[in-house]
């Protein structure tokens, strides 16, 4: 599964009723207070960092969601409500997309009159006609694209197939969201930063992650699903052992570009933002906050203590509750 932590990107929750409030309204029980905890924490997962004059809310995202996902809740939107200012990976505007488009063309497709079928032994290019055919793709613009481009336009594809959009995104929802409250939008790295961090890896390891990709093809969409319903859940032992696991122990180039490195250059910018002032919100794809060398982690190696975030934090706080997710014959 090397590809999907580039498309998952923690924890949002459920609502802390407005009959949790002191002052009016009716006396809620230990064991009510116990209930909403549960319901509060079957959402995806937040984290903390503060210090004395400052907080910063980590939350994860994920780029590929199902319409019918309800995973914006009440306390991430108060999170929301008290941050001044919003960190993104990267601009998504119409301009960005524009150039994002652009890019992806100049970096994705051969230019030196070889095609993709060219570097593919007789099984890949089996494979390629199959996921042609059944993906309704034509042949000759997949056998145009280097093997990245070609790997993620059949992942888009097959989600696209299984209801599942960029476009309600929850880092689209987050980004509109905080244009609408006026935030501060600052983006951690460029367009370009972020394609040449898979379009630059090795082909060798590009031919790996395509192959991977067809042989997986008609079953992307039911996975992709799974893990979106992992993460909607909070369920973080289980997306790191679907997304980070194989792809430190299989890919650990790709690991190290897509995930590590740029973790480490996130870092440094959040740590300036913490040498300051007031209360601001990460929200960043899920995989950067999953694993032994996450955003997580560099945030605590540079002395800051980073602790999940729930909003009911008093006695008997529920942990997430296990989600049964169906596994697939084939991981």
């Not at 991430?76 to 890019?103: H, N, P």
Request: aromatic letters at 8%; charged letters at 25%; proline letters at 3%.
């Amino acid at each position: 599964m090397f590809r999907f932590f580039l498309l998952l990107s923690a924890a949002a929750a459920l609502s802390f009723l407005s009959a949790c409030d002191s002052g009016s309204g009716p006396t809620v029980s230990v064991d009510d207070r116990v209930a909403q905890a549960r319901a509060r924490n079957d959402g995806p997962a937040i984290w903390k960092v503060s210090d004395h004059d400052s907080e910063l809310y980590l939350f994860g995202t994920i780029h590929l969601l199902p319409e019918d996902l309800n995973w914006l809740k009440d306390d991430l939107r108060d999170v929301m409500q008290d941050a001044g200012t919003v960190y993104f990976e990267v601009d998504t505007s119409e301009k960005a997309r524009i150039d994002a488009t652009v890019l992806s063309a100049q970096l994705g497709f051969r230019k030196d009159g070889l095609r993709l079928a060219d570097n593919l032994d007789n099984y890949q290019l089996k494979l390629l006609d199959a996921v042609a055919n059944n993906g309704n793709i034509p042949l000759a613009s997949l056998d145009a694209m280097k093997p990245w481009l070609a790997s993620e336009y059949l992942t888009f594809t097959a989600a696209k197939e299984a209801g599942l959009s960029a476009d309600l995104s929850a880092d689209e929802a987050l980004k509109s969201l905080a244009r609408r409250q006026q935030k501060n939008i600052i983006y951690l790295e460029s367009v370009e930063d972020q394609i040449r961090a898979t379009a630059d890896l090795p082909v060798g390891l590009q031919l790996e992650v395509l192959t991977e990709t067809m042989e997986d093809f008609s079953d992307l969409g039911r996975q992709l699903t799974r893990l979106a319903k992992g993460w909607s859940v909070g369920q973080t032992d289980f997306l790191t052992q679907q997304m980070i696991d194989p792809l430190k122990a299989d890919a650990g180039e790709m690991y190290r570009s897509v995930l590590v490195d740029r973790n480490e250059k996130w870092a440094k910018t959040l740590v300036r933002h913490l040498e300051g002032s007031g209360t601001s919100v990460v929200a960043v794809g899920m995989a950067h906050l999953l694993g032994e060398e996450s955003l997580i982690t560099d945030l605590e190696e540079a002395g800051y203590e980073v602790e999940r975030y729930y909003a009911f934090m008093g006695e008997n706080v529920i942990s997430p509750t296990e989600l049964t997710i169906e596994r697939p014959d084939r991981e």
